[in-house]
Nanobody
Framework: QVQLVESGGGLVQSGDSLRLSCAAS????????MGWFRQAPGKEREFVAA????????LYADSVKGRFTISRDNAKNTVYLQMNSLKPEDTAVYYC??????????????????WGQGTQVTVSS
């Protein structure tokens, strides 16, 4: 069992940066691949980024590539999402999630086993 708690969301202006954190409980955190998803009002949850258990592999949605960076610190049981050059269309609730599946499944929300409660990110223009 893995419990996930996101933090770091807030209200920022277009062009600003934010760093989201996802703290995990449980000694098996380092064995899970981790992902970030987001959901805007009236829209489906969409994949943002994912990272392998070792941190050696990452995957990004085209919409955030070059602006967002996912990383993890297994010693701290934490995964991060550094978000730069934020745009109003990045406004959403951001969720972290854990999966034991391989990279071919990382973009699919239903393949994740554990989810956090989400943190709101609002980007004003």
């Amino acid at each position: 069992q893995v419990q996930l708690v996101e933090s770091g969301g807030g209200l920022v202006q277009s062009g600003d940066s934010l760093r989201l954190s996802c703290a995990a409980s449980g000694r098996t955190f380092s064995t899970y691949n981790m992902g970030w998803f987001r959901q805007a009002p009236g829209k489906e949850r969409e994949f943002v980024a994912a990272i392998s258990w070792s941190g050696g592999s990452t995957l990004y949605a085209d919409s955030v590539k070059g602006r967002f960076t996912i990383s993890r610190d297994n010693a701290k049981n934490t995964v991060y999402l550094q978000m730069n050059s934020l745009k109003p269309e990045d406004t959403a609730v951001y969720y972290c999630a854990a999966t034991s599946r391989t990279i071919s499944s990382w973009r699919v929300a239903s393949f994740y086993d554990y989810w956090g409660q989400g943190t709101q990110v609002t980007v004003s223009s």
